[in-house]
């Protein structure tokens, strides 16, 4: 007599006993659908770690610039363009405080290059890089005044034998007046005035990698000049620097 094909096995193993060979195909079916629910699960949660980690990368690394990368100011990033020439780039390393770097800058007044960084730790503004802004009745360093430009910050400057003492005064008090007008609030937020001997012209104009030469006040021409790279350095922050002391 023929055995009946959902006869119940007795030599299997303790959670299948009882069951017909039909019961055991499906539970059979059931595990290995179980163990696929689960390696879905597993890769669709590590691809989700993985998206977050990268999106996290992406935003995290914003936060950060190296030394290669440059900073936007509230005017937005360097200006390579506008009412002058780019200048030479003389590059932006960092010399030891007091040091004269052995290297001469491609023009003058510089306006890259190696300078100091003091970090206005210093007690007077010709020992400290950047310089406090606002006006200096002397010449400060080239390596002070190229950090003030990298920072977004505007250098004025008159050649001392150049003009006379009142012609000197004039050109002075007329830079004065054009900084504190463009600040809007009686300071020189972000403008260096000072003598600078030796110059080809009576008058320069520096910004980071762009200078404007004058023999007189020409202001149409300065506020052009500060319309474009005011604030515009390659570490542009001027609002966040101090003032003269």
């Known amino acids: ?38 390696k879905r699960t597993v890769l669709i949660a590590l691809g989700s770690v993985g ?20 900073l936007v100011g509230e ?21 030891p405080d007091s040091i004269v770097p052995e290297t001469r800058y491609s023009v003058y007044p510089p306006t890259s290059g190696p300078h100091w960084n003091t970090l206005g730790s210093q007690a007077n503004n010709f020992e400290r890089a950047p310089a406090g802004w606002g006006p200096y009745t002397r010449p400060l360093p080239d390596q002070a005044l190229i950090h003030n430009l990298e920072h977004g910050g ?24 054009i900084a504190k007008n463009w600040n809007d609030d009686d300071t020189y937020t972000g403008f260096i005035i000072s003598p600078y001997p030796g110059m080809d012209t009576v008058i320069a104009l520096t910004a980071w990698r762009h200078h404007l030469r004058l023999d ?13 790279y005011f604030d515009r350095g390659f570490e542009p922050q001027v609002a966040g620097m101090t003032p003269a002391r």
């Open 75 to 95: 005017r937005g990033p360097y200006n390579s363009g506008g009412p002058v020439p780019e200048d030479p780039d003389d590059g932006r390393a960092h010399v």
């Open 154 to 177: 505007i250098g004025m400057h008159y050649d001392p034998t150049k003009c006379s003492a009142e012609g000197c005064t004039r050109i002075a008090e007329e830079f004065q007046r």
């Open 51 to 70: 998206a977050v980690v990268i999106i996290f990368a992406l935003v995290f690394q914003q936060g950060f610039v190296s030394r290669d990368q440059q």
């Open 216 to 228: 007189e006040v020409d202001e149409p021409r300065i506020l052009e000049f500060i319309d474009a």
């Open 1 to 38: 007599m023929a055995q009946s094909r959902n006869r119940v096995a007795t030599n299997r193993p303790e959670h299948r006993r009882g069951m017909t060979r039909s019961q055991i195909r499906e539970e059979r079916r059931a595990r290995s659908n179980r163990r696929k629910q689960r």
